[in-house]
C-alpha cells in the first residue's frame, strides 16, 4: 500500500470517529387534558436534547406525537430514544410496517431507549420487546404504582458517572420480565414499595438497567420520569442523560456528561394544558 493510501485511510477514520452522533428523540402524544407535568413526553424530549447539545459530537432530532410523517428522520441514528405511553399504545406498534422498521434499527445495532411507560408491552410482542431491551414490564405479571425511594448507591458503569443520590415518590413499573438469565442486562436502579432503598440483588425492583444485546447493540431503559418535575433531580437527570449517551456509544466522561438546566428552563418546557376535572 502506498504512502498516499495510507494517508487517505487515516484522514477517513478521523473523519468516521468525528462524525457527530445523531440521537433521535420521539416524544409520544401529550395530553391536552391532565395535571401539569404528568406524562409530559414532549417537554421531557426538549429536556433531553437541551441537555444531549451539550455533549460535543452529538447532534439531535426530536419527533413528536410518537412517529414521525417522514421516517427518514431515523437514518443515521446512532440511537433513539422513545418516551411515549405503553401497554400497546406505543405508536411504533400501530403497524406492522413500523415495528419492522424498529426491528431494522436493532439489528443494525443502532441504541435503543424506552423511558417510563415505553416498558410496557402487550404479551404478542413480549418476546420480540425483550430482544430490544433486555426486560419489559408485562400486565399480570409485572408490578407497578407510586411510591417514595431513595437511590443512594450505584454500580460501577458508564451510565452512573457523576450520578448523585436523590429521593424521589415517582410512578414506576417493576417486576419486570428479563431476558433468559439476565444475560446482558446490568441493573443500575432499584424501586420497590416494601424496599424503599437503592440496593443491588433485589432483582424484582430494577427499574434501570442497560442491556448490552447480542448483536453488539446497546439498549437503555428506566421505568421512572412519570412528571416532568422529575428531571429538577441532579441524579436523575445526570443517569438518564448518560443513559442516552451511552445507547449512542459515546464515551461518558468520569464526573458524567454535562448536565445542568435552571430551573425557569425546566419550567418553559411544560407543555400547556387544560386540568383534570375533579
Not at 504512502?3 to 409520544?28: C, F, M, N, T
Not at 425483550?130 to 426486560?135: A, E, M, V
Not at 431503559?221 to 449517551?245: K, Y
Amino acid at each position: 500500500m502506498t504512502v498516499v493510501a495510507l494517508v487517505l485511510l487515516s484522514v477517513a477514520a478521523v473523519r468516521a470517529e468525528e462524525a457527530p452522533r445523531k440521537i433521535v428523540l420521539v416524544a409520544g402524544t401529550t395530553a391536552k387534558v391532565d395535571a401539569m407535568g404528568h406524562h409530559d413526553y414532549l417537554a421531557g424530549c426538549e429536556c433531553l436534547r437541551v441537555l444531549l447539545n451539550k455533549t460535543p459530537g452529538v447532534t439531535t432530532v426530536r419527533v413528536n406525537e410518537g412517529w414521525p410523517e417522514d421516517v427518514s428522520v431515523f437514518d443515521g441514528a446512532a440511537s433513539v430514544v422513545f418516551y411515549t405511553d405503553g401497554g400497546g399504545k406505543q405508536a411504533f406498534l400501530s403497524s406492522p410496517e413500523r415495528t419492522e422498521l424498529v426491528q431494522q434499527m436493532v439489528d443494525r445495532g443502532v441504541g435503543i431507549v424506552m423511558i417510563h411507560q415505553a416498558v410496557d408491552y402487550p404479551k404478542e410482542y413480549a418476546d420480540q420487546a425483550k430482544s430490544w431491551l433486555g426486560g419489559i414490564y408485562l400486565a399480570g405479571e409485572s408490578g407497578r404504582g407510586h411510591w417514595p425511594s431513595n437511590h443512594v448507591d450505584f454500580p460501577e458503569h458508564p451510565v452512573t458517572r457523576g450520578v448523585t443520590p436523590w429521593t424521589i415518590k415517582d410512578g414506576w413499573l417493576n417486576g419486570l420480565q428479563f431476558v433468559d438469565d439476565k444475560q446482558g442486562i446490568t441493573p443500575l436502579v432499584w424501586s420497590g414499595k416494601e424496599y424503599e432503598e437503592s440496593k443491588a440483588g433485589i432483582d424484582q425492583h430494577i427499574v434501570g438497567w442497560t442491556y448490552d444485546r447480542p448483536n453488539g447493540g446497546r439498549s437503555f431503559n428506566f421505568t421512572g420520569l412519570d412528571a416532568h418535575s422529575a428531571w429538577e433531580l441532579p441524579g436523575m437527570r445526570q443517569l438518564v442523560l448518560n443513559g442516552v449517551l451511552w445507547s449512542a456509544g459515546v464515551d461518558i466522561p468520569e464526573a458524567g456528561a454535562p448536565s445542568e438546566i435552571s430551573q425557569d428552563d425546566l419550567n418553559a418546557m411544560l407543555t400547556p394544558r387544560e386540568p383534570k376535572k375533579k
